[in-house]
Nanobody, 121 residues
Framework: QVQLVESGGGLVQAGGSLRLSCAAS????????MAWFRQAPGKEREFVSA????????AYANSVKGRFTISRDNAKNTVYLQMNSLKPEDTAVYYC??????????????WGQGTQVTVSS
């Protein structure tokens, strides 16, 4: 069982930056692929970024590539999403997700409660 708690969301002007954090419970954090998804009002949830358990590989949606950076600290059981050059279209609830097989399947079984990111123009 993995419990995930996101933090770091807020209101920022376009062009600004935010760093999201996701703290995970459990002693086998490094075994889990971690990912960030987001859901904007009236839209379906979409993939943002993922990172392997070791941190050796990362993946990004085209819409955030070059602006967002995912990282993890396995000693702290935490994954981060550094978001730079934010745009109004990045406004959404951001969710952290975890799964042992998430990197290969794209499916994640554990989810956090979400944190709101609002980018004003």
């Amino acid at each position: 069982q993995v419990q995930l708690v996101e933090s770091g969301g807020g209101l920022v002007q376009a062009g600004g930056s935010l760093r999201l954090s996701c703290a995970a419970s459990g002693r086998t954090f490094s075994n889990y692929a971690m990912a960030w998804f987001r859901q904007a009002p009236g839209k379906e949830r979409e993939f943002v970024s993922a990172i392997k358990g070791s941190g050796a590989s990362t993946a990004y949606a085209n819409s955030v590539k070059g602006r967002f950076t995912i990282s993890r600290d396995n000693a702290k059981n935490t994954v981060y999403l550094q978001m730079n050059s934010l745009k109004p279209e990045d406004t959404a609830v951001y969710y952290c997700a975890a799964d042992l097989r998430g990197w290969s399947t794209g499916q994640y079984g554990y989810w956090g409660q979400g944190t709101q990111v609002t980018v004003s123009s």
